[in-house]
Nanobody, 120 residues
Framework: QVQLVESGGGLVQPGGSLRLSCAAS????????MGWYRQAPGKQREYVAS???????DYADSVKGRFTISRDNAKNTVYLQMNSLKPEDTAVYYC??????????????WGQGTQVTVSS
């Protein structure tokens, strides 16, 4: 079994900041890519950012320059630092992890989601 536990969502005013965390645990052999997606009401889930095991990161154009993704490999944890938040960033944010389970089995796991609301 593999578990992902997300935290850090909440309500913030426009221009504010939040930091999301996602910790993976369980029968994990290795973790490749860790990333974040989001889904706003009435919209499809969209890619936000990702980071591979070597530390190379990637961002959607809509968040580039405002969001920073990072990871702590020792803790199997990925973070998303969100600055200069806008109302259009309001969504449920989901952690996504590509990993190899003990036994060599590739596996993709989604977190349960955490709500981010940007409003005055």
């Amino acid at each position: 079994q593999v578990q992902l536990v997300e935290s850090g969502g909440g309500l913030v005013q426009p221009g504010g900041s939040l930091r999301l965390s996602c910790a993976a645990s369980g029968s994990i052999f290795s973790i490749n890519v860790m990333g974040w997606y989001r889904q706003a009401p009435g919209k499809q889930r969209e890619y936000v950012a990702s980071i591979n095991s070597g530390g190379t990161d990637d961002y959607a154009d809509s968040v580039k320059g405002r969001f920073t993704i990072s990871r702590d490999n020792a803790k199997n944890t990925v973070y998303l630092q969100m600055n200069s938040l806008k109302p259009e960033d309001t969504a449920v944010y989901y952690c996504n992890v590509y990993l190899v389970r003990v036994g060599g089995i590739p596996y993709v796991k989604w977190g349960q989601g955490t709500q981010v609301t940007v409003s005055s």
